[in-house]
């Protein structure tokens, strides 16, 4: 088949490009070609802005067998894509996100049935509006997929893979929402990549929304340790805080927190292996951590100075409670 990638040199889109060119198909990828290493040499690469209607639309000509959408944010963006594709695409797989599930929720483990309604976030919400929009139309044959945490450059921490992975090194306490034992669910990109390609030109699929996630979650705290691991960090401490807590001092934690990492999600993957098989995502948190610092380096990586400050100060204020 003759697939586009728009994006591709994300967390989850790069490893998908490598597993499409494994299974022979014939691949595109449209971006702005600042982070294309890596990619294989099969791959013709589009260089252009999602943001240049001009550029854009010469996507729309060649009649693409399958288009995969990794770059899309917004309800405007998502109808312009209907209208240059419709008729001239034969699949088009827009990438949502598991995030836009109900918080808090009510029943486990999470299914495709599910009910998309995330109050603490916006990114969220524009997900699943754009959601909707897909399965209103009828012209432009759709799959929508919600990855969950699926990483492969940076991390997979509570408040950000870079600066936890730095404080770690520099033997600094790491914050923890909570009390670390929530159940998350992470998975590297390397996994989810062989499930996805075969959604790619799959009738079973058309019409259709699936997650696709490691069947395991494990707790932050053993997250965390993974991590420290990998960096062989052997002494270290967690600080557990509660997420409104944290929300108080930066606000912008409400979504990412209230309304994702905060609460324990695992998933029932049965509905995609319906369609593409069983498949399983063997790299556990200690091996991917390790994929992560022997691929990318967090020492070699730049933090946010003024978010480390901010986690001093919430860690110093929760240290000095009850004392006199």
Known sequence: MRVLYIGGSGEISYDCIHESVKLGHEVSVFNRGNHNEGLPKQVRLIRGDIHD???YSKLAEEHFDVICQFR??????????????????????????????QKPLRDFPITEKTPLDNPYWAYSRAKAEMEAILCEQDHLPYTIVRPSHTYRTHMPTPLGGVLDA??????KPVIVPGDGESLWTITHARDFAPPFVKLLGNERAIGEAFHITNDRPWPWNQILEAAASALGVTDYRLVHISSEI?????????GPLLGDKAVSVVFDNSKVKSVVGAFECPTD??????????????DKEEYDTGMDQLMDQIITDQDNLGRK
Not at 166 to 171: E, F, H, K
């Open 246 to 254: 944290l929300v108080r001092y930066h606000p912008d934690w409400e």
């Open 72 to 101: 899309l944010f917004s309800p405007l963006e998502i109808r312009r894509d209907i209208e240059l594709f419709a008729g001239k695409c034969g699949h088009y797989v827009f990438i949502s996100s598991a995030s836009a599930y």
């Open 53 to 55: 209607d001009k550029a």
């Open 285 to 298: 948190p200690w091996q991917g951590m390790k994929l992560v610092v022997e691929s990318f380096p967090p």
């Open 166 to 171: 730095s404080r770690l090194l520099r033997g």
